[in-house]
């Protein structure tokens, strides 16, 4: 099924279901369907070899990735992951979902992601520091304030961007806070950058649910992927009145159909590491997460979580994506057929890249915001793009997912007729 000679992906997989929703937005292109084969190709894919001295003195090599899918609407922008996973087409499909998403909300971005195939928990802090940092001089060819943008994503955070941001800056010998977003805030960081995805899920939850008719007081929540993204997300919606009734994270599930104490919550995976053995809930089978019946699903761990056969056992009224690529062609056509609406990742986690841009911006002026100031003008942007995806849903009658699709592929391939080909 692959269009490209360097990678062989299955329908399920995340390059496969990059492709299947191309295929599904392009008899809404009209005229502009001449230029999609641009959106089923990476427009560069750089793989670099990163070799550090452990700790123990060895020499140890891993795989590194930068793909920027897209630069046609703007400098490339999307995150980094370390993950014993990570592939080449993870990657591309990754930077893909990144141009989907930045021109579903208007961002001035292109699409990229980065990656390295490793499992930074088995590493030392000076360990991690070198493989960043030498990561960060291998691409530092492609990415740059104006070039490409990296920002924290699975298993990256603020400390990994400070030293992402010195390394690039010690290289080009000035200090550039704009080459990274997502970055402590005594380094050029914004208020409201950590907590933005899980924001933007709730966000885009609370509209979804308004247009539904779903009331927020008592709704129930499950939530997969209990990092940076579900657990805040779980937190505004428990202050909103709605339950958490079920989380599963890399260490188990549990489930309350009372709802979890949230602080209680918070507090035992601060101080273990994940929710199991977690005493206001009971412990429950992985697999019959699937089964709890919700208001409203959040898988926000990784890629390819609701296949075909969860989605047949999924008891849910709205599945809410915070992850990037929870769902497979395969269940997507079964979530549909059995009438769950399905809110894409495109616009669902959109909040994060989005303060990654005011961030930018801030960067660049040397003038910064409030955090108020930050949530306000958030909510307002992913707000409004979401509306824009709704209206265009009804109007085509197709799945938001298609519509997101549908609003990002007109603008880039728009921006691409315009500029024309070059040479
Ligand atoms: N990694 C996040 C995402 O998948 C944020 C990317 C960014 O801020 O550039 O959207």
Redesign the pocket.
Known sequence: MSNLSFVSPSRNSPWGTYLAQIDAVEPYLGRLQRWVETMRRPKRALIVDIPIELDNGSIAHFEGYRVQHSLTRGPG???VRYHPDVTLEEVMALSAW?TI?NAAVNLPYGGAKGGIRFDPKLHSMKELEKITRRYTSEIGIIIGPQQD?P???VNTNGQIMAWMMDTYSMNAGATATGVV??KPIPLGGSLGRVAA?GRGVFVIGRETMRRMNVPMEGARVAVQGFGNVGSIAAKLFAASGAKIVAVQDHTGTILNEQGFDMADLLDHVAKTGGVAGFKGGDKIDNEDFWDVKTDVLIPAALEGQITQARAQRIKARIVLEGA?GPTTPDGDAVLADRGIRVVPDVIA??G??TV?YFEWVQDFSSFFWTEDEINVRLDKIITGAFKHIWETSEQHRISLRTAAFVVACTRVLEAREERGLYP
């Open positions: 922008k999307g995150g990144m998403k943008i920002a924290p994503d977003t997502g995805t990037n986690n959109a994060g890249v990654s």
